[in-house]
């Protein structure tokens, strides 16, 4: 039990480290830590992952309101519309409002969970090729009807996305796009220092708008968070149900949440809101097909099944899940209980220091970027044509602020699993 | 703020300085990929036995081979996968493919093999109808030796099933609970056993898979080791094998593919490699890695 405690401590803390600094995915952060895992029980495993998985939700949010800088794929929404009302003085709000939301729609979830445990093998018998390629297709046309440009535009800027992201080797077709295989641009162009370039420099660089700031605490009331509570729900349900989609999951459920919002409502809050309860209750659905069937469906749950196989022949994850169900659950409860109150503290105290130090915020916050995007090139063996993506996107960025690049990089997100099911599709079915 | 600055540096001068160690691991491979995690593996479990490891990540063989170039007198093992090392031959244009790997006497490789290879259903087929001449979607992951595996068997039996391609490992299960297949190649019969699938172990070989009954997936490891393929381990489930200095690694290659191509027996295949190598692995792990640590402390002095 100590083992489980330890050890669930640790997945809670290094998750918030995943959740706020960027290029430390969940994923990655699985991988560095495969040979400590590898010796130590199952059940561990499973405890750390949950507990980074929770806790990297939790300060995605926080990291992409207050600097703009998301640190994982499913922040992106917070820290395109949240952090502009960071900007305005109302990050305090929106920071204990999306905590509330994502405590709420965690447990939601969760109870949902236990519910589909006995469906999820439906669910799953349910995903064939069809339904995925249905699935995306259907995203795709959220993301270039619901962008702020004309529709032409969006096509456009979704087109170009999905070229630049199919430059390079497919491991799919088993050729190069686009390029020779001694180019430099053989490993492809990087989604990160595009988002970087395109979104995230160009906000957290622009002027802060002083006049709308205000020098005192923002007063935090449960009666104002709770007039959310159907964008909450809907966002969680509809994140629910897409975080069981295979490679995209909860990335999926937070983009299509703000992207539903945004045609609902536009409103930036609502927008942030919706998208973290989508994203805390993928976090909890995208487990359920390995933790009920044993299959992985993102790359951090492959990892985590090459952990637990590697380490035992004798007990598969349903296994250890199902004996186990009440340390799960009580840790699960107990997790986000503390990482509600952790990242509602965080914001009461962080807001002092966004006011007073405006300034030095923004410039770490681009040093932030510009630092982790490089540093995850170098470490991929990639850093000449990161750092080429990183100044040509950042000027473009710079220099065509108006222009809503959102498709753009979505698309560019999403390219991977839109080719191989288009490799899957071609294979099954043409 | 000043708590997030310092960890930001400090793992920025980590991921920097990580070069420094005496005996190198290189490893071609997307981070967080199974050769990373494995190098990592086999990293550590030389540092528990006090050699100062590090391990460096390349996308594609090009970039390995510029920093052995680079640095010819730094102690390197490199770690590939028996599907990646026949790639020159088998996928040329894959960036994993190493054509011209620089062997020095300061460079090691190794070569790491899967133990087996089975076939599995969802539960409602097995061997006797895989054997039946009615078409049916084989799932593979798009590796060489899969490859080689399914294509040859079903050539073998004379039948006419689809063969489908996935890039993940982790996509064909879902394929087939989905139903998008009928079967898939995997290593590891756990991978199945909660969706109620069974398994038959196949090594290609008409005769040996005409011969075994049709198995449910508990028994399938038992079969493996029951047939011969007792194999020597090192802790982590997978068959590693050496290749030293001086090793025609192009014959080698070929000889793989042939063994692949042909083998009545898989065994074959390591054995192979050893005698190429000039060194044969032990039987237990310990014996194991007395040879292999005996073997860097030879060419990293």
Redesign the interface.
Same mark, same amino acid.
């Given at each position: 039990m100590i083992d489980v405690f330890m050890f669930g401590s640790m997945g809670l803390i290094l998750g918030i480290?995943a959740g706020?600094?960027p290029g430390?995915g969940t994923?990655?952060l699985?991988?560095a830590m495969?040979?400590i895992l590898?010796s130590t029980a199952p059940i561990n495993v499973l405890i750390f992952y949950l507990g980074v998985l929770t806790s990297a939700q939790y300060f995605g949010s926080v990291s992409s309101i207050i600097t703009g800088v998301p640190g994982d794929t499913s922040s992106i929404p917070s820290s395109v519309w949240g952090h502009k009302l960071a900007q305005q003085g109302k990050g305090e709000n929106l920071l204990f409002d999306t905590a509330f939301y994502s405590l709420l729609s965690g447990l939601i979830s969760f109870v949902l969970f236990l519910l589909m445990v006995t469906l999820g093998?439906y669910w799953?018998?349910?995903?064939?090729?069809i339904?995925q390629t249905i699935l995306l297709l259907i995203a795709v046309i959220c993301i270039i009807s619901f962008s702020q440009n004309k529709l032409t535009v969006n096509a456009l800027l979704a087109a170009l996305g999905l070229g630049l992201a199919t430059i390079g080797?497919s491991?799919?077709f088993?050729?190069?796009f686009f390029v020779e295989?001694?180019s430099m641009f053989?490993?492809g162009i990087p989604w990160l220092p595009v988002l970087a370039g395109l979104l995230v420099i160009p906000s957290v660089s622009s002027p802060i708008i002083k006049s709308q700031l205000s020098p005192s605490p923002a007063i935090i009331s449960i009666a104002t968070t709770l007039k959310n509570y159907i964008v909450a729900i809907r966002g969680a349900v509809i994140g629910f149900i897409l975080g069981t989609v295979?490679g995209l999951s909860y990335n999926l459920s937070s983009l299509m949440a703000a992207k539903l919002e945004e045609k609902l409502s536009n409103d930036p809050f609502k927008i942030v809101v919706s998208s973290e309860s989508a994203n805390n209750a993928g976090a909890v659905s995208t487990l359920l097909?390995l933790f009920?069937?044993? %299959? !992985?469906?993102t790359?951090?749950?492959?990892?985590v099944?090459?952990?637990i196989?590697?380490n035992t022949?004798l007990q598969? %994850? !349903?296994?250890i899940f199902k004996n186990n169900l009440i340390i799960f659950s009580t840790y699960f409860i107990i997790i986000n209980l503390l990482l509600f109150v952790a990242a509602w503290k965080f914001a009461t105290s962080i807001s002092t220091?966004v006011f007073k130090?405006q300034r030095l915020l923004a410039i770490?916050s681009v040093l932030?970027v510009v630092?982790?995007t490089c540093?995850l090139g170098?470490?991929?063996?990639?850093l000449l044509v990161t750092v080429i993506t990183l100044i040509l996107s950042t000027l473009i960025g710079i220099y065509f602020k108006k222009i809503d690049w959102i498709p753009i990089v979505f698309i560019m997100v999403m390219q991977p699993f839109l080719e191989?099911t288009a490799?899957?599709f071609i294979?099954?079915y043409l | 703020m000043k708590k997030l600055i310092t960890i930001l540096l400090f793992s920025l001068i980590s991921s920097f300085t990580l070069a420094a160690g005496r005996l190198t691991f290189l490893q071609i491979g997307a981070p967080g990929a199974n050769s990373e995690l494995y190098s990592n593996l086999m990293s550590s479990r030389l540092s528990e036995r006090g050699w100062d490891t590090s391990l460096l990540n390349f996308l594609d063989c090009k970039g390995a081979e510029e920093w052995i170039k680079k640095n010819p007198q730094k102690p390197v093992i490199f770690m590939t996968w028996s599907d990646d090392f026949v790639l020159p031959i088998t996928q040329p244009e894959n960036p994993r493919s190493c054509p011209a790997l620089t062997i020095s006497e300061k460079t090691l490789v190794t070569v790491i093999n899967k133990s087996h290879h089975m076939f599995c259903s969802r539960g409602d087929l097995g061997l006797t109808e895989f054997m039946s001449s009615k078409p049916t979607k084989v799932g593979i992951w798009s590796h060489p030796v899969q490859t080689l595996v399914a294509k040859d068997l079903i050539k073998d039996l004379k039948l006419e099933h689809k063969i489908v391609g996935f890039a993940k490992g982790a996509d064909l299960l879902q394929a087939l609970v989905s139903g998008d297949v009928d079967y898939i190649v995997v290593s590891s019969e756990n991978l199945i056993r909660n969706i109620g699938g069974q398994c038959f172990l196949t090594t290609a070989s008409p005769v040996l898979a005409k011969t075994m009954s049709n198995l449910k997936t508990t028994q399938a490891q038992t079969s493996v080791e029951s047939l011969g393929f007792k194999l020597s381990r090192l802790g982590t489930g997978l068959i590693p094998l050496y290749v030293s200095y001086n090793t025609n690694i192009a014959a080698l290659r070929i000889d793989i593919v042939d063994i692949l191509n042909t083998r009545p027996e898989y065994s074959k295949l390591y054995t192979s490699i050893n005698q190429k190598s000039g060194l044969v692995a032990g039987q237990s792990t310990a014996e194991q890695w007395s040879a292999f640590s005996s073997f860097l402390n030879s060419f990293t002095k």
């Amino acid at each position: 039990m100590i083992d489980v405690f330890m050890f669930g401590s640790m997945g809670l803390i290094l998750g918030i480290l995943a959740g706020l600094l960027p290029g430390l995915g969940t994923g990655s952060l699985m991988g560095a830590m495969f040979v400590i895992l590898m010796s130590t029980a199952p059940i561990n495993v499973l405890i750390f992952y949950l507990g980074v998985l929770t806790s990297a939700q939790y300060f995605g949010s926080v990291s992409s309101i207050i600097t703009g800088v998301p640190g994982d794929t499913s922040s992106i929404p917070s820290s395109v519309w949240g952090h502009k009302l960071a900007q305005q003085g109302k990050g305090e709000n929106l920071l204990f409002d999306t905590a509330f939301y994502s405590l709420l729609s965690g447990l939601i979830s969760f109870v949902l969970f236990l519910l589909m445990v006995t469906l999820g093998l439906y669910w799953a018998k349910s995903l064939s090729t069809i339904v995925q390629t249905i699935l995306l297709l259907i995203a795709v046309i959220c993301i270039i009807s619901f962008s702020q440009n004309k529709l032409t535009v969006n096509a456009l800027l979704a087109a170009l996305g999905l070229g630049l992201a199919t430059i390079g080797y497919s491991s799919n077709f088993q050729t190069y796009f686009f390029v020779e295989a001694n180019s430099m641009f053989r490993h492809g162009i990087p989604w990160l220092p595009v988002l970087a370039g395109l979104l995230v420099i160009p906000s957290v660089s622009s002027p802060i708008i002083k006049s709308q700031l205000s020098p005192s605490p923002a007063i935090i009331s449960i009666a104002t968070t709770l007039k959310n509570y159907i964008v909450a729900i809907r966002g969680a349900v509809i994140g629910f149900i897409l975080g069981t989609v295979p490679g995209l999951s909860y990335n999926l459920s937070s983009l299509m949440a703000a992207k539903l919002e945004e045609k609902l409502s536009n409103d930036p809050f609502k927008i942030v809101v919706s998208s973290e309860s989508a994203n805390n209750a993928g976090a909890v659905s995208t487990l359920l097909p390995l933790f009920i069937l044993g %299959i !992985p469906i993102t790359a951090s749950e492959s990892i985590v099944l090459a952990i637990i196989t590697t380490n035992t022949t004798l007990q598969s %994850i !349903p296994d250890i899940f199902k004996n186990n169900l009440i340390i799960f659950s009580t840790y699960f409860i107990i997790i986000n209980l503390l990482l509600f109150v952790a990242a509602w503290k965080f914001a009461t105290s962080i807001s002092t220091v966004v006011f007073k130090y405006q300034r030095l915020l923004a410039i770490f916050s681009v040093l932030l970027v510009v630092g982790s995007t490089c540093w995850l090139g170098y470490y991929q063996g990639n850093l000449l044509v990161t750092v080429i993506t990183l100044i040509l996107s950042t000027l473009i960025g710079i220099y065509f602020k108006k222009i809503d690049w959102i498709p753009i990089v979505f698309i560019m997100v999403m390219q991977p699993f839109l080719e191989s099911t288009a490799a899957k599709f071609i294979q099954l079915y043409l | 703020m000043k708590k997030l600055i310092t960890i930001l540096l400090f793992s920025l001068i980590s991921s920097f300085t990580l070069a420094a160690g005496r005996l190198t691991f290189l490893q071609i491979g997307a981070p967080g990929a199974n050769s990373e995690l494995y190098s990592n593996l086999m990293s550590s479990r030389l540092s528990e036995r006090g050699w100062d490891t590090s391990l460096l990540n390349f996308l594609d063989c090009k970039g390995a081979e510029e920093w052995i170039k680079k640095n010819p007198q730094k102690p390197v093992i490199f770690m590939t996968w028996s599907d990646d090392f026949v790639l020159p031959i088998t996928q040329p244009e894959n960036p994993r493919s190493c054509p011209a790997l620089t062997i020095s006497e300061k460079t090691l490789v190794t070569v790491i093999n899967k133990s087996h290879h089975m076939f599995c259903s969802r539960g409602d087929l097995g061997l006797t109808e895989f054997m039946s001449s009615k078409p049916t979607k084989v799932g593979i992951w798009s590796h060489p030796v899969q490859t080689l595996v399914a294509k040859d068997l079903i050539k073998d039996l004379k039948l006419e099933h689809k063969i489908v391609g996935f890039a993940k490992g982790a996509d064909l299960l879902q394929a087939l609970v989905s139903g998008d297949v009928d079967y898939i190649v995997v290593s590891s019969e756990n991978l199945i056993r909660n969706i109620g699938g069974q398994c038959f172990l196949t090594t290609a070989s008409p005769v040996l898979a005409k011969t075994m009954s049709n198995l449910k997936t508990t028994q399938a490891q038992t079969s493996v080791e029951s047939l011969g393929f007792k194999l020597s381990r090192l802790g982590t489930g997978l068959i590693p094998l050496y290749v030293s200095y001086n090793t025609n690694i192009a014959a080698l290659r070929i000889d793989i593919v042939d063994i692949l191509n042909t083998r009545p027996e898989y065994s074959k295949l390591y054995t192979s490699i050893n005698q190429k190598s000039g060194l044969v692995a032990g039987q237990s792990t310990a014996e194991q890695w007395s040879a292999f640590s005996s073997f860097l402390n030879s060419f990293t002095k």
